[in-house]
């Protein structure tokens, strides 16, 4: 339960010549004050490193390097430190001032990114300078890049920006892993799953095979549990280190659970490890809000056949009208079906499924959609803890994602019975 650690997050390195407005990228895609911008050329020096978080793309180092045209011995020195910085980089972005044009400096960056096979993003900087009407030059044409227009004094173009850097990340990019940095090596992890209809006949869910897998990877102790047998199992071992339940079970689960002992679910643990589970989190805010009425959108990755006890299908409508106090209007999507950001206007709440079937862009991609069209979206196992008032325990493992939840002051107002333990749904 600590912070990510550096090795584990994205690493994104900001590349271009002196006074691109470099810094001033840095300071607008963290909303900080985190480097020193100044019209003196050459300020940045040595590559610097800064951890953050940047929502919805999760835990992420951005590097600030010297500009490429530095001059002098000593500048060469910090030319030759920044490109070093490609070593350990997963995204670059090429920041130019589309008045200047590009030169060797920039040809030789994205040469040698391609050659590292990174992601490469082109940052047409100080758009507001050119007024946002400048077409793309030949010769940035030129270099086959996908190209974002902003300007960090207009505070224009970031989830543009964002946009592209999901779509340049790397396929297999996995910062936290499922359990990781959740529960340690030699420690001893109780997975608690509900055998029900909805199950693989001789065989778990994926998330659950994936949670025990990872735990494993990491020298985690794993023991399986059936809901029925949890109550004994508790006995024969009183201490785990930590508890995951299926997002049915959980309220079952907590009830017999001393309150010290941390636990989690499942589909929490895969809004971590696939999406954002901060902004998840935050999404509760608006289940209070939601009236009679309204329509929320309800999204599965995968395209199993629908079963009358289907989670998405028929339970989380049911609780959700229950906790509401009146019928919700509900859409369905799933498997590679999303609305774009205009479609998810109608809605007031987005509530996806913890995305076992997609990779983290495909997520990444699903959550920034929400954010640019103003509509919260949360997850499955979130929502289902917070209709049974125990979110505030399923999210203590994650520190930034149950600040979250506390600043939005969300108060559980109705108690929601999830019918998952001992009933065999």
């Known amino acids: 339960m600590i912070e990510t650690p550096r090795s584990n997050r994205l690493h994104i390195a900001i590349f271009g010549r002196r006074n691109v407005g470099k810094s001033s990228l840095i300071n607008f895609m963290t909303g900080q004050d985190l480097a020193i911008v100044a019209e003196v050329p050459g ?132 910062p936290l892993g499922v359990v990781r940095d959740v529960v340690y090596e030699g420690e001893h992890l109780m997975l608690v799953v509900s055998i029900d209809e909805s199950m693989p006949k001789g065989r778990l869910k994926l998330p659950e095979v994936q ?73 509760l805010g608006a289940v209070n809000e939601l009236q009679p009425g309204d329509r929320v959108l309800i999204a599965e990755a995968c395209t199993h056949c629908v079963m009358s006890t289907d989670i998405g299908r028929n339970k989380i409508p049911t609780w959700l009208e229950e906790y509401v106090g009146g019928p919700v209007q509900h859409d369905h999507v799933n498997g590679g079906q999303f609305p774009s950001a205009d479609e998810l206007g109608q809605y007031k709440l987005v509530i996806h499924c913890g995305g076992c079937m997609l990779n983290r862009r495909e997520l990444m991609f699903r959550i920034l959609a929400c954010n640019e069209a103003g509509v919260p979206i949360t997850n499955y196992g979130v929502l289902l803890s917070f209709i049974h008032g125990i979110a505030e325990r399923v999210l203590r493992p994650f520190p930034e994602a149950h600040q979250a939840f506390v600043e939005t002051g969300a108060e559980h107002k109705v108690s929601v019975a999830l019918d998952g333990a001992l009933l065999n749904v």
Request: glycine share 6%; proline share 5%.
């Open 43 to 174: 300020t940045t020096t040595d590559p610097v490193y800064k951890s953050i978080e940047i929502l919805p793309l999760g835990p992420a180092v951005l590097v600030d390097t010297a500009g490429l045209d530095d001059t002098g011995e000593l500048g060469e020195k910090r030319v030759a430190k920044a490109r070093e910085v490609l070593r350990k980089t997963d995204i670059v972005l090429l920041v130019v001032d589309p008045t200047v044009g590009v030169s060797e400096f920039e040809r030789e960056v994205v040469d040698a990114a391609r050659d590292r096979g990174l992601g490469i993003v082109g940052v047409r900087n100080k758009a507001d300078v050119w007024a946002w009407d400048l077409a793309v030059s030949d010769d940035l044409t030129a270099l086959d890049l996908p190209w974002v227009d902003v300007s960090c004094v207009e505070s224009r173009g970031l989830e543009d920006l964002k946009r592209a850097i999901i779509a340049a990340a790397p396929s297999d990019w996995d």
């Open 211 to 283: 949670v025990m897998r990872d735990a494993l990877e990491n020298q985690v102790l794993c023991s399986l549990i059936r809901d029925t047998e949890f109550a004994d199992a508790l006995v024969r071992f009183p201490e785990p280190d930590l508890v995951v339940a299926h997002s049915l079970v959980v309220d079952h689960v907590s009830a017999l659970l001393p309150e010290e002992i941390p636990m989690t679910t499942t589909s929490t643990l895969f809004a971590r490890y696939k999406g954002d589970l901060t902004t998840f989190a935050r999404g």
